[in-house]
Nanobody, 120 residues
Framework: VQLQASGGGLVQPGGSLRLSCARS????????IGWFRQAPGKEREGVSC?????????????VKGRFTISRDSAENTVTLKSVYLQMNSLQSEDTAVYYC?????????WGQGTQVTVSS
């Protein structure tokens, strides 16, 4: 199982970024992919997740209405390649390293992080 997060960068307050989590190395058709973030000196927190089979989504309160998680338009969940996190109206409090994680058959698989910095 491999997960590759990308799309981070430096953005001004109020700006937008789109993170991508590309997955490979497994053929399960029922799993969840989530985005987590960790700011300096803080614990890692869950931001959003999606059930790739049902499309059910979850957002932590601080990002509701600003972030949108989605999956690519693959024919089915086995051929799905990426999950995205569209982040709008970014605030300085969103500055963190963002990680994606797959939850498959009771196990967690983490990708490497991508840095998001919101600063003027």
């Amino acid at each position: 199982v491999q997960l590759q997060a990308s799309g981070g960068g430096l953005v001004q307050p109020g700006g937008s970024l789109r993170l991508s989590c590309a997955r490979s190395g497994f053929t399960f058709d029922d799993y969840d992919i989530g985005w987590f973030r960790q700011a300096p000196g803080k614990e890692r927190e869950g931001v959003s997740c999606i059930s790739v089979r049902s499309g059910t989504t979850y957002y932590t309160n601080s990002v509701k209405g600003r972030f949108t998680i989605s999956r690519d338009s693959a024919e089915n969940t086995v051929t799905l390649k990426s999950v995205y996190l569209q982040m709008n109206s970014l605030q300085s409090e969103d500055t963190a390293v963002y990680y994606c994680k797959a939850f498959i058959a009771g196990l967690d698989y983490w990708g490497q992080g991508t840095q998001v910095t919101v600063s003027s």
